[in-house]
DNA sequence: CTCATTAGGTAGGAACGCTAGCTAACGCAC
DNA sequence: GTGCGTTAGCTAGCGTTCCTACCTAATGAG
């Protein structure tokens, strides 16, 4: 799969995959990549920048939990505005899955080819 | 649509467009919006320097034409390595595809769904 | 003549995800 | 108890990509 694929989409996935059930940075990273049956495979560089990134947006927050005596974790939550952006993230993947198709998949008989003039 | 939804999908577009009979910059901007139902009008400065990044990388090649008197305009053919290219890209935007769709249009039964231990 | 359309182009920048590195706790095998 | 794989988090800096904002010029309609 080529890495810049992702751009743009990846906000959406994380959110998801949060809702989903994922709370934390690297439970998300495995979530995504069983979910998407091994297609995405993120590094951590790659999910930590991103929750930030949607921290700052205000669509999730994150708070420290402790696990067993020491061990912390960042524990993220769907805000209302992040709801929001998942429904409107799902409705534009669906649109842009459709026009992507639309133009890539198109059977295309010759006489309805656009004509170079 | 979000704006940065396309990167690393617009190589295939463009090949696919020019494939099915848009073979100047300007006709493939046209083609484009026409096929993906309005969503994809993408402004002239994404589609020159793309063509480029398509021609240096052998997948087209253009050449100047005359139309009419003076009128100049640069046409676009896939190569060979262009089309399988485009074949690659296909299968690859259906993976993509089909990847996304599982993550972000799951229906995940709470029995189903990563409990946060 | 004027304006919209057709046609091509460039410079510069912002955003994004990746690479490549790091630290540290935990649990298990040896 | 030592070592190792896994779980967990983090950062700096980079390269690519697409967009914004401009520009020129020929053509054709009014």
Known sequence: MKAEALKGHL???LLATVDGGAHHGYAIREALRVDSGGRFDLPS?????????????????GRWTTVGER???????????????????RSSWRDFAVAV???????RPAALRPQAP
């Open 71 to 89: 061990r912390q974790r960042r524990t993220y939550e769907l805000t209302a505005a992040g709801r929001t952006a998942l429904v409107e993230g």
């Open 11 to 13: 906000d959406s996935l």
């Open 45 to 61: 560089g790659t999910i930590y920048p991103a929750l930030y990134r949607l921290e700052r947006a205000g669509l999730v927050v």
């Open 101 to 107: 198709s639309a133009v890539l998949l198109a059977e």
